[in-house]
Nanobody
Framework: QVQLAESGGGLVQTGGSLRLSCVAS????????VRWFRQAPGKEREFVAG????????FYSSFAKDRFRISRDNAKNTVYLQMNSLKPEDTAVYYC???????????????WGQGTQVTVSS
């Protein structure tokens, strides 16, 4: 089992930046691909970005590929999501997910964090 804890969310103005962190504990973190998902009020959860266990390959949703960057530091058991040029439509709870395949937008792994709220004001 691996436990995940997100942090770094908050309130930011349009055009601003945030860096989310997902810290893992428990089983060896480097065994897992990690993905970020998000869910806005009244909307379905959607895939944001994924990174392979080694960090050498990444995959992004269409809305994230030009503005967000996912990375990981296995020595620190941490995955990051750098979000730039934020828009009001990026407002959502962002969740870290471990397991499954990093380049799949569906079929998340079994391990979820509690989420961190990102709010972008217009």
């Amino acid at each position: 089992q691996v436990q995940l804890a997100e942090s770094g969310g908050g309130l930011v103005q349009t055009g601003g930046s945030l860096r989310l962190s997902c810290v893992a504990s428990g089983r060896t973190f480097s065994d897992y691909a990690v993905r970020w998902f998000r869910q806005a009020p009244g909307k379905e959860r959607e895939f944001v970005a994924g990174i392979i266990w080694s960090g050498v390959s990444t995959f992004y949703s269409s809305f994230a590929k030009d503005r967000f960057r996912i990375s990981r530091d296995n020595a620190k058991n941490t995955v990051y999501l750098q979000m730039n040029s934020l828009k009001p439509e990026d407002t959502a709870v962002y969740y870290c997910n471990a397991g499954g395949e990093y380049n799949k937008e569906n079929f998340p792994g079994n391990h979820w964090g509690q989420g961190t709220q990102v709010t972008v004001s217009s």
